[in-house]
Each structure stands twice: as structure tokens, then as C-alpha cells.
């Protein structure tokens, strides 16, 4: 056979093997015999061999895994996986509800529900409708490179069935419960040690640095959430979900779309535990999600957790046990928890001793007393709550609870904003509970950017005594570093030199370094623009700011709370006299071409990806929103332009090419 033969036959070959691998894995509806299957495959291998210049990264060969690698690379993502907050009951459904439709003004919004499936995150790149990375979520914003791995998992599709631009998805890698009990016993019988649950065992199994061992695992997948996609346009999350099942991907076949959320928890009763228990995979709780894509920018997110969705996490196993104590611990963000000390008990499988007690009101609420005996359960399988108080049991001598008026740890002021449940140390910057993350966050690549700055660094600096608050940092010399483990001459100069180097960061980084609540890098921006130096920002207030696009009350108030506490003052003298940069200088001072501009993306541009021009647009002073308005200044239009494009000229919006776009930033 020629080469022009070779070739058309083994494209006839991949195209009839991808055919049946979504039939098989994806429909779970075979078409033709495992032996029909293999003599297909056997074939393609054999040409593919007689013919190496034909093997491409796509084809249904490389999914048997190539030799052992040394290590995972470290990849960042394109956006931040971000985790879930979770909700244990009804009650929480609907203040979430509350929160939602308070932010976005609206009487009543769509939810989809789908299934929480107990697995391993991963982050899923296609270029020109090919598979050229995964990455496992790791920390969020940094993954482990593990593509030739999923490669392996048969279902996840190396072409997608219509040719895209560029698609990245977020999805989960299983491993389904009978294909766990077989993998234990096989464990068991080689002497090996069993895996705890199916997730630890998907987890385990993709995170091998030998891929065949993943291929000899039954790992499965299943895609949910559109993150970025050029080409096509999806307006919904059912929308999101439909159309990933067109481009081939396994999607869960229960999605339940909800007109408000009166239907999400009347659906929610529904799912009994034998319901649950009835799927062929772990399920520990069901996922509500705003279906109007449109509404997840309004709603934005937190550090941790996007605003437009929920985790609801089906109940635990009960148990009774004695609140020997209530202690209080202080969060990063400075949040007051209280915390009951419990009679050790057995619950779901481990030991519980602890139990949160969310804040002041769920105490008041169950009326939770010191030597009270309790109902314990693991909400969602995981974190151990009090659900019930036996008051039947009380003797009189059990004691009631007061939130303390004092940070237990530093000593500030505590305050509850109105309208919020927690109380918030407002010692900030100087309270020692908040600064391990306080210094994390501070040194990050969107904040201060001190490269070689990691958690672990961070720790033994604070262990030691040798920074109390992100100030700190910059009084340290060569010789404390060198007391560090795994610092040596090189080591020590490289991070004094990346600390130094962060002195003269934008103001705006230095206001998103500073964790003020509700202080994101947009809003941070938008400070440093409207400020010009932190002097100014510490006087402004709370009329001032509030009279600035984008800063509402809670943030106006949140800014205030901080300048006003004087161990925050403390610290910013302290950056002051060691040489951080406090204000903008020199070009940053200058008016920025698109200041106070309005610019919506959409299509592909021809030689600038979307972050790219996102990125130039920020700098130069504009903004870049996910829907058009009345408000918006510009639409900047690619190759396959979606409804964007169609609403710009329905309201008149200017429209612009990519061309047009560097014309306003000066670059043509």
C-alpha cells in the first residue's frame, strides 16, 4: 500500500474507532462487537506502524500510554478553578437564593441541578477541536500536567465532533463503584494498601507518572462547565451542557433545570438515599448553578468560591455525643468562628472531637450550650455539625455561650457589619491568626508578585519570629533566610531580590496585596485610578467612595473599617519607611488612553487571543465586561461573532475590530 492509500484509510479507521468510542464510552450504546472493535484498532496500529509520518497526537493509539515520565509539570491555568461553597440544608438553599437575587435585582432566577460527583477536577484544553492538554486542579490557579494520563480515559474525546478554535472545560475524573471494589480486591490480594474511597482511587490513578498503569484503571469522566470557548457561543448552562454533548463529550444525563428555587428544594427531596445509591458512582451531594450565563459575571466571585453556584450536601450519619467546651477560631479573613469541643464519637467511618458552629446565630438559634449532649452528623460526609440539641438531657448546670467583643488573639476590636452573621477581627494586617495567608496572599502573582515567596517559606518565617505582619518581609536580611530549611547563598539572594523588586509595584496591586474585604483587582483598579496614592485612599470617605462607579456601600464601609484600625495604620508606616511604592509616578500618573471605558469580546480575533486583549485593554484604564449594554463604550468583533455582536447593533454600540482596538490603545 502507497502513502496516499495509508493515509486515506487510517483517517477512515480513526473516524469509524472515535464513532464507536462515543457509542461505547459516551452513549454506553455499542454498535458493533469487542472483536469488530479490536480488528479495527489492530489494523490502525499496524498501518501506523508500516507508516510513522501518520501518527498524529489525536489518534486513538496514543491513548495506551507512553514511557514513565520523571515528574508532572506544573501548568497555570487559564482561569482560576475555583472551589464551591457548600449548603447542608434548606435553609441555606434559600439564603443563597437571597443572595443571588439581591446582587443581580431580580425577583426570581433559573437554576440547572446536576449531580456532585466524588472525583478528581481537571482542566480540559482543545486547539482547532484537538486535545492538547490536562491538568489536575491542584491549588486552583496551578495544576499538574497529566495529558498523556488522560489520554488513557477512554471516554474524554482526543477530536471533538465539531471543529473549534480554542475550548477549555472543566470536568471530573471517576472511578465508577464497582470498578473501585474490583481494584481494591485486587490490591488486597497482591498484599498492596486499599484506597480509601473511589475519588482517592481516581485521584491516585490519574496522578500516576507511569501512564500505562492510569490505562489499566477504569477511570471515567464527566465534562460540566464551558470555561472559555471561541467559535460558538452558549447562553445558558443548560445551553453549556447540551452543547458539549454535541461536541462529544460524556455529560451527565441528569441535569434539572429549576424556574426558582422553590423547585430546586422541592427536587432535592426527592433524591433519597436509595436513589442515591442506585448510581453506578459516588454522589455526595447535587449542584445548583445560575442557568443565565449572563448573571455570572453580575454575581462574581469570592477568593474561594463563585457567587452563582452552590454545593448541596445530602445529610450524614447521626450520632449523640457531650459539648465539653465552645472555643473561638479567627480565620485569614478574619472571621470569628465558634468551634464545640466534643466528647470524642465515631461518625461515618472517623473519630469527630470537633464541630463548627458556623457563627453567633446558629448558636442562638439551636440554643447550643456548654455541656449540652447533641445530635453530631458529617455534613456532606466531610465536616461534623451539631444538627440537633437533646434538651431533654440538660441537668442545669450547662452554660451559655458569648461571642467575645475582643479578638482572642490580637486583642482588636470585633464588629459584625449589619445585615452579616459573622463577626471580623479588625486587626487585619496585624492580627497573627489572619497573617500566615494574609503574607501568602500579599506575595502573589497578582498581588506583590515576590517570586520564591511559597506557603511553606512563609511558615517557618513566622515559626521562627521573623516576620509578624507582611511588612516584615521587607526588613529581612540574608542571614534570617539562611536559617530557613533548604536556604542556601543563591536561594537567600534570589527571594531578597524578588522582594525588593516588589517595592515598586502599581498601587493597584498594592491595594489587592492588602486583603481589604471586597477588594478584588477590579475594584483595586479602580481605586488606584481614581486615588492616585494610598494617603488618599486612607482619607477618603465613606461619601466619597460610595459616589465612585463600582463601589458600593458594603465596600465603602469594608475600606473604612480598615484605615480606621490602628494596627493597619502601624503596618502601612512600616511598607511606607521601608520603600513601597505608595503612589502612582510618572506615566502611571498619566491619563491612560481608555480610561472609564466600557469594551465587551467577542469572536476571534486574528492575532490576539481574548486574555491578551483583555489584558491590554486593563492596562490601558478600560474594563472588559461579559454582556452587552447600554453602558458598554465599544464591542471589539472577531471571526464568528456571537449574540453580542447582534445586541451591539440593536442598541447602537459602536463596533470595532481587532484593528480598530489598537488604533485606541495608540499601537498602530
Known sequence: MDLEKARKRVEELRRLIREHDYYYYVLDQPKISDQEYDALMRELLELEQAFPELVTPDSPTQRVGGAPREGFVTVRHLEALLSLNDAFNERELWDFDRRVREITGLPSVEYVIEPKIDGLTVALTYREGIFVQGATRGDGELGEDVTPNLKTVKSLPLRLRKDLPFLYVRGEVYMPKVSFARLNAEREKAGEPLFANPRNAAAGSLRQLDPKITASRDLRLFTYQIIRIEGAEVKTQREALDFLEELGFPVNPYRFVAPDMAAVVAEIRNWTPERRAAFPYEIDGLVIKVNDLSLHPILGATARAPRWAIAYKFPGEQVTTRVEDIIVRVGRTGVLTPIAILTPVRVSGSTVSRATLHNEDYIREKDIR???????????????????????????????????????????????????????????????????????????????????????????????????????????????????????????????????????????????????????????????????????????????????????????????????????????????????????????????????????????????????????????????????????????????????????????????????????????
Open 370 to 668: 456548654i455541656g449540652d449532649v447533641v445530635i453530631v452528623q458529617k455534613a456532606g460526609d466531610v465536616i461534623p455539625e451539631i444538627v440537633e440539641v437533646l434538651k431533654e438531657e440538660r441537668t442545669g448546670e450547662e452554660r451559655e455561650f458569648r461571642m467575645p467583643d475582643r479578638c482572642p488573639v490580637c486583642g482588636a476590636a470585633v464588629v459584625r457589619p449589619p445585615g452579616e452573621a459573622a463577626r471580623r477581627c479588625t486587626g487585619g494586617l496585624a492580627c497573627p491568626a489572619q497573617v500566615q495567608e494574609r503574607i501568602i496572599h500579599f506575595a502573589s502573582r497578582k498581588a506583590m508578585d515576590i517570586r520564591g515567596l511559597g506557603a511553606a517559606t512563609v511558615a517557618q518565617l513566622l515559626e521562627k519570629g521573623l516576620v509578624k505582619d507582611v511588612a516584615d518581609l521587607y526588613y529581612l536580611k540574608k542571614e534570617n533566610l539562611l536559617k530557613l530549611e533548604r536556604f542556601a547563598e543563591q536561594s537567600a539572594r534570589n527571594l531578597l531580590e524578588a522582594i525588593e523588586a516588589s517595592k515598586n509595584r502599581p498601587l493597584e496591586r498594592l491595594i489587592y496585596a492588602l486583603g481589604i474585604r471586597y477588594v478584588g483587582e477590579q475594584v483595586a483598579r479602580v481605586l488606584a485610578q481614581r486615588f492616585r496614592s494610598l494617603d488618599a485612599l486612607k482619607e477618603a470617605s465613606f461619601e466619597e467612595l460610595t459616589s465612585i462607579p463600582d463601589i458600593g456601600p458594603r465596600i465603602a464601609e469594608s475600606i473604612r473599617e480598615f484605615f480606621n484600625e490602628p494596627r493597619n495604620l502601624m503596618v502601612l508606616e512600616k511598607l511606607k519607611r521601608a520603600g513601597v511604592k505608595m503612589e502612582e509616578r510618572g506615566e502611571e500618573a498619566e491619563a491612560k488612553p481608555l480610561a472609564g471605558k466600557t469594551f465587551v469580546l467577542t469572536g476571534t480575533l486574528p492575532t490576539l487571543t481574548r486574555q491578551e486583549a483583555t489584558e491590554l485593554i486593563v492596562r490601558a484604564g478600560g474594563r472588559v465586561t461579559e454582556s452587552v449594554s447600554r453602558k458598554t463604550d465599544y464591542v471589539v468583533v472577531g471571526e464568528n461573532p456571537g449574540s453580542k455582536y447582534q445586541k451591539a447593533r440593536e442598541l447602537g454600540i459602536p463596533i470595532i475590530d481587532e484593528e480598530g482596538l489598537k488604533r485606541l490603545l495608540g499601537l498602530v
